[in-house]
């Protein structure tokens, strides 16, 4: 069984700063992509940046050059570095992880990042 934990969400204001953390704790397969992705009402979950355990990254277009996504393997830890953070990046953020062998998901609770004009 897997269990992912996120924290660092929050209320900032356009042009600001936010680091969302994840932290994976259970049977963790070495082989993996965590990642990102965010939702608001209506809409459909969207991949907003994914890093494989190897450290190959990638990003959805609209958040290029303002979020970096990292890993510390050895706490089985994923970060979201949000920077110049932007009103239509309100959303709720969920953490994601993917075991490649066996294809299984799992999800986090989500987290609300409401970002103010």
């Known amino acids: 069984q897997v269990h992912l934990v996120e924290s660092g969400g929050g209320l900032v204001q356009a042009g600001g700063s936010l680091r969302l953390s994840c932290a994976a704790s259970?049977?963790?397969?070495?082989?993996?992509?965590m990642g990102w992705y965010r939702q608001t009402p209506g809409k459909q979950r969207e991949l907003v940046a994914s890093?494989?355990?190897?450290?190959?990254?990638d990003y959805v277009d609209s958040v290029k050059g303002r979020f970096t996504i990292s890993r510390d393997n050895t706490k089985n830890t994923v970060y979201l570095q949000m920077n110049s953070l932007k009103p239509e990046d309100t959303a709720v953020y969920f953490c994601?992880?993917?075991?490649?062998?066996?294809?299984?998901?799992?999800w986090g609770t989500g987290t609300l990042v409401t970002v103010s004009s």
């Open positions: 890093i494989s355990s190897r450290g190959t990254t």
């Open positions: 994601h992880l993917f075991f490649v062998l066996g294809s299984v998901h799992y």
């Open positions: 259970g049977s963790i397969y070495s082989l993996n992509v």
